[in-house]
């Protein structure tokens, strides 16, 4: 055989070579591309799970504070979820992810210009926070339909205002018998201008209707009997059996 010659044994095994190399590079990038999916399978789902304790820990932190007035509890809600995005761009600008910060970003811009806009409406609206909660919920109407959602919950409000107005109102007044009560009273206290209406004394202190707690005073010419009427004397005294006859001025 010449030198020019190629021996076909040689041919095979270069061909044998070529094939191994090349399904070993094969599995090597297959290895390596089947890592790469599963590194980013496992990330997202840490991140999914991070995600949902971060937002059940923030309702925690919302349901663990009662507040007097739904205002307050309003604002405060607001400023958890603005510092809780605030917190949130920090670790995503500390991991090298400027998009994502970015993103927390914009969502505080956003719920801060729409607690602005809800303040402009209580305070240029005759119901003034009603009229923002009437707006709240009407939700499903479009942006175009703002100016007008804006003027009907202004109106519901308004209406919800004055009735529970009256209702507050009515029940202020008093009732049949308190009033009852008062004209029985200005009817046995002399009330009339002329002054021949029947004035009763008020009990003293330590005085009883027998008589029998404390020391009572001797009775003043100016008090009134409540048996007979007559003045002088006070009821545990009186010997007169009439109640009916007509009460004497007090002697001068």
Not at 85 to 113: F, G, H, M, V, W
Not at 149 to 170: M, P
Request: proline share 4%.
């Amino acid at each position: 055989m010449s030198d020019n010659e190629k021996n076909p044994n040689e041919d095979m095994d270069e061909d044998l070579v070529e094939d191994t190399v090349g399904e070993e590079v094969s599995n090597a990038d297959l290895l390596s591309l089947m890592k790469t999916y599963m590194n980013n399978k496992i990330a997202g789902l840490e991140k999914n799970l991070n995600d949902s304790t971060h937002s059940l820990a923030k309702k925690v932190k919302k349901s663990e504070n009662n507040f007097k007035f739904k205002g307050n509890k309003v604002q405060f809600d607001l400023n958890v979820d603005v510092l809780d995005n605030l917190d949130s761009a920090i670790s995503c600008i500390e991991k090298k992810r400027p998009n994502k910060a970015i993103s927390y970003l914009e969502d505080s811009k956003e719920l801060l210009n729409k607690r602005n806009k809800h303040i402009r409406i209580a305070d240029k609206s005759e119901g003034g926070w009603q009229t923002v909660s009437e707006y709240l919920s009407d939700e499903l109407a479009s942006d175009s339909e703002d100016e007008k959602r804006i003027r009907a919950a202004d109106s519901r409000a308004v209406k919800k205002l004055k009735a529970a107005k009256t209702e507050k109102q009515q029940h202020g007044r008093k009732r049949p018998a308190e009033a009852a009560g008062s004209s029985y009273q200005q009817a046995h206290s002399g009330g009339n201008s002329g002054g021949n209406g029947l004035q009763l004394q008020p009990f003293r202190a330590g005085a009883s209707a027998g008589g029998a707690q404390g020391q009572q005073s001797p009775a003043k010419p100016s008090d009134v009997c409540y048996k007979c009427g007559f003045y002088g004397h006070w009821a545990r005294e009186c010997r007169r059996q009439s109640k009916n006859r007509v009460p004497r001025a007090p002697p001068s």
